[in-house]
C-alpha cells in the first residue's frame, strides 16, 4: 500500500488560517503517514509554525513533522527552537539548512550551525526525533553536480537523517533516474518523491526556476492559453498528477509526499482517484 504525506505552511492571516483549517479537515480522512509545516526563510515563520503543529497535535489524530532550519540564527537560538518542539510533543523534524531571509547566497551564522549536515547531527545527538531532510532529483540550484549533491544527502544520513523528501519535479523520468543514481550509491533509506499539484502553472513555473527543477515543454504547452480558464487548469493539474503518481507507483515507490499550497482540493481529488490513503469515511 502507498503512504502518502501533505505539506502545509503557516498561515500569515485569519483568512488564511481558517482556509488552511479546513484544507487539514478535508485531507485529513485520506490518513497520511504524516503531515509536515513548514518554517520560512530565515526563520521567519517560528511562531506561526510552532503553533500550528502544537494544534495539530492537540485537536487532531495526524502526525505532524515541524520544518527546522539553521539559517541566520545562533546555535542556542535553535536549541530553543528544538527544546519548544519537544515540550509540545513534536517526534518528528524536517532538518534543512533553510533560505536567507533575502533569499541570496548562503552564509552561515557566526555562532550558528553551519548548514543541514551539522544540524541534523545536533538533532541525533540530542534524540527523541525521526529526522527527514531535503533531496533533489535534479541537484540544488548550488551543488555543483548531481554527484556533489548525493555526497551532501548521504553525509547528512551519516548524521542521523532517516528519510528523505525530494523538491517537487514535474518530469518523473528525473525521479527514476534519481532513484537509479541513489542505489549505485548504496542510499538506503526511503527517499520520497516530492508532487505539487498545482492550477498556478504560472507560479509553478516561477517556483520551478528558483529550486532548479526542470518544467517540460508539454507540461507547458498544457496550460498555454489557459490563463483566464481555470476550470481547464483544474482538469489539467488533477490529470498531470495522477498520471505521474501512476508511474511512480508502477516503478516500486512505495510513498508520495504532496505539496498541497494549503489548498486541499486538487490534492484530494488525486488521491481519490488513485484510491491512496483510507477514504472509507469520506462521503
Known sequence: MTRISFEFFPPKTEKAEAKLWDAIERLAPIVPDFVSVTYGAGGSTRDRTHACVKRLIEQTD????????????????????IDEYAAIGVKHIVALRGDMPDMGAFSPHADGYSGSVELVGALAKRGGFDITVSAYPEKHPESASIADDIDLLKAKIDS???????????????????????????????????????????????????TGASVPAWLEAHYRGLEDDADTRKYIAASVAVDQCRKLIEEGFEDLHFYTLNQADLTFAVCRILGLGTQTDVA
Open 62 to 81: 495526524l502526525h505532524p513533522a515541524a520544518h527546522l532550519t539553521c539559517v541566520a540564527a545562533s546555535k542556542a537560538d535553535v536549541d530553543e527552537v
Open 160 to 210: 542521523g537523517a532517516t528519510r528523505a523528501i525530494t523538491q517537487f519535479v514535474f518530469d518523473t523520468e528525473a525521479h527514476l533516474r534519481y532513484r537509479d543514481a541513489l542505489a549505485a550509491a548504496n542510499v538506503s533509506i526511503p527517499v520520497i518523491p516530492g508532487i505539487m499539484p498545482t492550477t498556478n502553472f504560472v507560479g509553478a513555473k516561477r517556483m520551478a526556476l528558483a
